[in-house]
C-alpha cells in the first residue's frame, strides 16, 4: 500500500565538533560506517519506506554532501540552507514553506538503526492509525538521560506509547523516565506553529523537544519503541561501533575482524 506521507526531511546542517579536526574539511553526516555515509544510510531508509521527496538541510559549507548525491536518480532531493546553527528546531522550520502544509517525516542521520523493517516505515504506519505525530523512544541508561530528549508517557500496547511530556536534557533527578527521543518522527504539518512559538531551551538553541512538548499539551503525540540495532553516530565511538557491528554481519570479512580483535589480547 503506499504511504500516507510523500515528504521527508534530513537535518544535516551540524558543526561535527565532536569529530574534529576531520569536519573542518568532511561534512558529519559524510563520515562513513565503513564505506558509507551516514547520510546515505539515511536516505536509503527513507526510499524503503516509500518517500519520493527529501529536504536535506544543509549549511552552506556543506557542498561535499550536494557532490556526493549529485545525479542520484532513485529519489527527488530538494537542499534547503540553514544560516546558522540554532538547532534542531529552527533546522526543521527552514523547511516549513516545502512542506506545504503536508504530514512529513524526520530522520536524523546519527541515529543508525538496523532493523527487518524500516524503522520510519513503521512510524508512517502508526502516524496512519493515530494521525498524529509520532516519535521514536528507546530505553536508556542513566547516564545518558542528561544528553537526550526524555518522555514521560503511558503505554497503549507493547510498541506504541502516548506522550505527557517531553523534557531536552534534563538533570537525572527531574527526568520523568528514561525513554528517551531517538532521531525518527513523523509530524503533523502543525508542529511549525509549535516550532515558531518555541524560545531558546538548552544549550540556547531552539529544541524540537521542546515544541513536540507544546503539540502533546494541546492535541496527541505518540511514541513508538523501536526494535533493532540502534547506534548513535554523531559520536566517534558510535561510529565505529556501527562499523564492527555491519562488518561482523558479513561472514567473510566476521571472521578476519574476529582474528584482528583475538590478536590485540596477545
Known amino acids: 500500500m503506499p504511504t500516507t506521507i510523500k515528504k521527508a526531511v534530513i537535518p544535516a546542517a551540524g558543526l561535527g565538533t565532536r569529530f574534529l579536526p576531520v569536519t573542518k574539511a568532511v561534512s558529519k553526516v559524510m563520515l562513513p560506517v565503513l564505506n558509507t555515509p551516514t547520510v546515505e544510510f539515511a536516505l536509503n531508509e527513507l526510499i524503503k519506506s516509500g518517500l519520493t521527496k527529501v529536504a536535506i538541510v544543509v549549511s552552506n559549507q556543506n557542498t561535499d554532501i550536494r557532490r556526493y548525491f549529485h545525479g542520484n536518480n532513485d529519489v527527488q532531493i530538494e537542499y534547503i540552507v540553514q544560516e546558522s546553527a540554532d538547532g534542531l528546531g529552527d533546522a526543521i522550520l527552514q523547511t516549513k514553506q516545502w512542506i506545504n502544509d503536508e504530514p ?17 516505515k513503521t512510524m508512517i504506519d502508526i502516524y496512519s492509525q493515530f494521525n ?55 509530524f503533523t504539518p502543525d508542529i511549525f506553529e509549535y516550532i515558531e512559538r518555541t524560545k531558546k531551551g538548552a544549550l540556547g538553541e531552539i529544541q524540537i523537544t521542546d515544541a513536540i512538548n507544546s503539540q502533546a499539551d494541546n492535541g496527541s503525540v505518540y511514541g513508538y519503541k523501536f526494535s533493532g540495532m540502534h547506534f548513535d553516530t554523531g559520536n566517534p565511538l558510535g561510529l565505529l561501533k556501527a562499523s564492527v557491528y555491519l562488518t561482523l554481519q558479513d561472514q567473510n570479512e566476521s571472521v578476519h575482524l574476529k582474528e584482528f580483535i583475538r590478536s590485540l589480547k596477545d
Open 104 to 120: 512529513f517525516c524526520v530522520l536524523l542521520p546519527d541515529d543508525l538503526i538496523f532493523s527487518n523493517k524500516p524503522t520510519i
Open 132 to 186: 498524529s505525530s509520532v516519535i521514536a523512544l528507546k530505553q536508556v541508561g542513566n547516564e545518558m538521560v542528561p544528553f537526550l530528549g526524555i518522555v514521560e508517557s503511558y503505554q497503549i500496547d507493547e510498541s506504541i506509547d502516548q506522550i505527557i511530556k517531553c523534557v531536552e536534557k534534563p538533570r537525572l533527578e527531574n527526568a520523568p523516565s528514561n525513554q528517551a527521543i531517538i532521531g525518527r518522527y513523523v
